[in-house]
Each structure stands twice: as structure tokens, then as C-alpha cells.
């Protein structure tokens, strides 16, 4: 019976107790006193088992050479010179070039702790980890909405059906003109809002009050209706219906839509077993106030607004640096103002909280004029508080804008991408089908 010699892993130490590696055709030679200074490692462990030609060695490794003596790892030979950093300097860096996320895994092959990962290079692999649960959450959508076909009863493919209507304009062209229709109402419904406050255009009531004229009451009426079986449609076909009506865009289409009804309500309710008359006026001249929520719906419709609501939410840290400024500047120069102007006897800065306005429209180069310095040392102070007005203001512009552009950029590379995701999920599922349609 011929039995296979056993291969001697020691050859594959040298003299000088190093071990000889080739990582995906790169030969190295490594120092077994630097690979110790990480026992845990999968080339400490090798290490260590090629010594005493153990049995575990095929299993830390894809191959042996023993005319060579080196251990063959099919591996990224790229990524391995990063991984090599770590015994000699104690951390890693990731280069350009490599995915951080394969990265990742190679260091967990080479049984490397992520901890020894630099702090630019773990912000940098949590940016690319949110990238890729973003990409799998579009690529979700997108799966849901392919979905429709597979909807085994009517009423799912109805609410489905609906669903892509109100929700999703690009889906096709009778969703695109609902959503041309909504965007045109909040504009109708804003213009006509500010129409009703133009005092010749207004009507007496009853009382002798002027109120909205009827044709545009009328017309408010009919973009209320609108709105109303928007959201009922909306919130009929969404499959989380919690989930939706807890959504912030969807709490400002209903705050839009309430003060309607309510004020309906408390004009045609018998107020005197209710309440006073007046008080219901003043109800309902601050729901009516409230109607002004409605133009934040354009932002469902606008990607772009949407956009700039994420990038200012990016630039919480500069805005923040900006009102702490400003705070400090309107402290300092309306105290310094109070004390520069108490010798002119006719003095605008009767205290210091009555400067803080002063300090507030000169700081924001509003300048309306009401309150403003006498003497020579108030004017230089107010000099001085308009020119660091003006730099705080502009210090974060920049910022916020390239917060902006990246924001916006990285959204359409992120829907690119979870396109070819689809269309990748696709060709595969494709060639699983005929390869079980051949077998």
C-alpha cells in the first residue's frame, strides 16, 4: 500500500526564523520575531505550526511549495501590504484604490483586530458601510416595485398599483400627472392664501367684516378636496400604514389639511353653546395662520429641497459655530453699546436687553434704523460689530455649500448604483433560470 509522504512545512522557515509567503503570485519574506508581536494572527499561527509540521497548516493556508518552501494564499496581494503594516508600525492604513469593505475582510482571514485601524480609515469605512445600506435600501425600493406582478391576490395589486400612482412619479405617465397635479395646487392654494389678505379684493360679510371673497374661498375649497384624497389615497394604499402617518412629511400634509375642516367646523357650530363668539374668531384666525404649512409640501415633489434639507442636517456643527458667534458679538457689542451711549442725553440703548436688538439687525447688515449710536464711540462700535457680522455670516457659507454639492452627488451615484445592483440581481437570477431549464 503506497502512502503519501507527509510534506515537511519547515522547510518553508528559513535560517533565520523567517517564513517565505506568496500572496497572489508576490513573494515576501517575513521576520518570525515581528510576526509574534501578534500571536493571534493567522501568520503568527502558521508561523508557529510550520515549525512542528502540524496537521493545521493546510488549513491556514490554500498551498505549500516545497521545492520553493513558501505558502501560497490566493489572496489580494494589495490589500496584504496593508496588512503587513500593522507588525511592523502597530496600525493599518487603507490606500486608495482598495474597497474598505473587502478590506475588512481581509483583515478578518489574516485574523487582524479592526481596532488597529487608523481613526481616518474607520470614518472612512463607516461613510462607505452607510453607502451600502443606503444602496440596499434603494435597492429595496426598487425590488418592492418590481414586486407588483407577484401580488397574488386583486386587492394587493390594487393597493400596490396605487401606491406606485400617488407615491412614485417616475413609475409611469398617469403618476407623473398626479404628481404635476398635487405640485400645481400647493402653488394655487399658496397664491390664492395671499390673494385673500389684499384688502380690495376682499368682500363684506354679514357683520360688516372683510373677509375672502367666494371665488377664491372656492377655489381654496376645491385644492382642500384635492389634498384630502391625496393623503386618504396616499394612506389607504401605503403597506405600513403606522409607519406613515408618523412620517414628518405626512404630519405637514395633515397639519395642512386639519385647520380646514376645524375652521369649517367652528363656522357652521352653534358657538353659543360652545363658546364665546370671540373666541371662536380668534380660533379660527390662528388656524387659519396655520395654513401656511402647506408649502412645505412641495418638498415631497422636490428633490432638490429635499437635498438641502439633508445638507443642512450634514452642517448642524457649522451652523451651530455660527449662532454661538453671533450670540457672543450681540452680548459684547450691545453691552458696549449701552456704556459708549450713556452720556448722550438722547440716548436710543435704555438697557442692555432693549441693544440686543440693535446688536441682532447691525450684526445680520439688516440695519432697520429704529436704534442707532450718537456718539463717535458708539459709531466706531457700531462699525466694528457690522464688519464681524458680515464675516461670521459668510464663514459657513462655504461649508454648507459643499456640504450640498456632496450631499447631491453622492445621492445620484448612489441611485446609479443600486440600479446596477438590480440589474446585476437580474442576470443572475436570469442564468440560475436557463441553468435549471437545461439540467
Known amino acids: 500500500m503506497w502512502t503519501v509522504p507527509k510534506p515537511k512545512y519547515g522547510a518553508g522557515l528559513c ?12 513573494r515576501a519574506v517575513l521576520v518570525g520575531d515581528v510576526l509574534k508581536r501578534y500571536p493571534e494572527s493567522r501568520l503568527a499561527e502558521l508561523l508557529r505550526s510550520s515549525a512542528r509540521d502540524s496537521d493545521v497548516v493546510p488549513s491556514l493556508c490554500d498551498d505549500f511549495d516545497p521545492a520553493r518552501g513558501e505558502f501560497y494564499f490566493d489572496r489580494d496581494p494589495d490589500a496584504f501590504k496593508c496588512i503587513v503594516d500593522v507588525y511592523y508600525f502597530g496600525e493599518i492604513h487603507i490606500k486608495r484604490g482598495i474597497c474598505p469593505v473587502c478590506f475588512i475582510k481581509e483583515m478578518e482571514f489574516w485574523k487582524i483586530d479592526q481596532s488597529v485601524l487608523d ?22 425600493v426598487i425590488l418592492e416595485d418590481l414586486e407588483t406582478e407577484r401580488c397574488v391576490t386583486r386587492a394587493q395589486r390594487c393597493q400596490r398599483f396605487l401606491w406606485k400612482l400617488m407615491e412614485k412619479p417616475g413609475s409611469s405617465l398617469p403618476a407623473r400627472v398626479v404628481a404635476i397635479a398635487s405640485f ?27 373677509v375672502e371673497p367666494p371665488s377664491l374661498e372656492a377655489i381654496e375649497t376645491a385644492c382642500m378636496l384635492w389634498f384630502t384624497a391625496e393623503y386618504l389615497l396616499r394612506l389607504a394604499s401605503a403597506p405600513n400604514k403606522l409607519h406613515f402617518a408618523l412620517s414628518f412629511m405626512n ?44 408649502i412645505f409640501k412641495l418638498a415631497r415633489h422636490s428633490s432638490g429641497l429635499q437635498t438641502l434639507t439633508y445638507a443642512l442636517k450634514r452642517s448642524l456643527k457649522e451652523l451651530g459655530l455660527l449662532l454661538m ?67 461670521a455670516i459668510a464663514l459657513p457659507i462655504h461649508p454648507i455649500i459643499n456640504n450640498f454639492v456632496v450631499f447631491y452627488n453622492k445621492q445620484k451615484v448612489l441611485e446609479t448604483a443600486a440600479k446596477h445592483e438590480v440589474e446585476l440581481m437580474e442576470l443572475k437570477s436570469g442564468r440560475e433560470a436557463r441553468r435549471k431549464s437545461r439540467d
Open 15 to 26: 535560517a533565520e526564523g523567517q517564513i517565505a509567503v506568496n500572496i497572489g503570485g508576490v
Open 119 to 140: 481613526e481616518c480609515c474607520k470614518s472612512y469605512l463607516s461613510e462607505k458601510e452607510e453607502e451600502l445600506r443606503e444602496i440596499a435600501t434603494k435597492v429595496k
Open 184 to 210: 400645481v395646487s400647493v402653488l394655487v392654494s399658496a397664491v390664492v392664501m395671499c390673494m385673500g389678505t389684499i384688502p380690495e379684493l376682499q368682500v363684506e360679510d354679514a357683520e360688516g367684516k372683510l
Open 251 to 294: 404630519v405637514i400634509d395633515f397639519m395642512a389639511i386639519m385647520p380646514f375642516y376645524v375652521v369649517l367646523s367652528l363656522t357652521y357650530l352653534d358657538t353659543s353653546s360652545v363658546m364665546e363668539l370671540g373666541n371662536v374668531q380668534q380660533a379660527v384666525q390662528a388656524l387659519r395662520i396655520m395654513r401656511i404649512a402647506r
Open 325 to 391: 458667534y453671533m450670540g457672543v458679538g450681540i452680548f459684547v457689542f450691545s453691552a458696549l453699546a449701552y456704556t459708549m451711549e450713556q452720556s448722550h442725553p438722547e440716548t436710543l440703548f435704555r438697557s442692555i436687553p432693549q441693544s440686543f436688538w440693535w446688536a441682532i439687525i447691525t450684526m445680520t447688515t439688516v440695519g432697520y434704523g429704529d436704534i442707532y449710536p450718537k456718539t463717535t464711540l458708539g459709531k466706531c462700535n457700531a462699525a466694528v460689530s457690522f464688519l464681524c457680522g458680515v464675516i
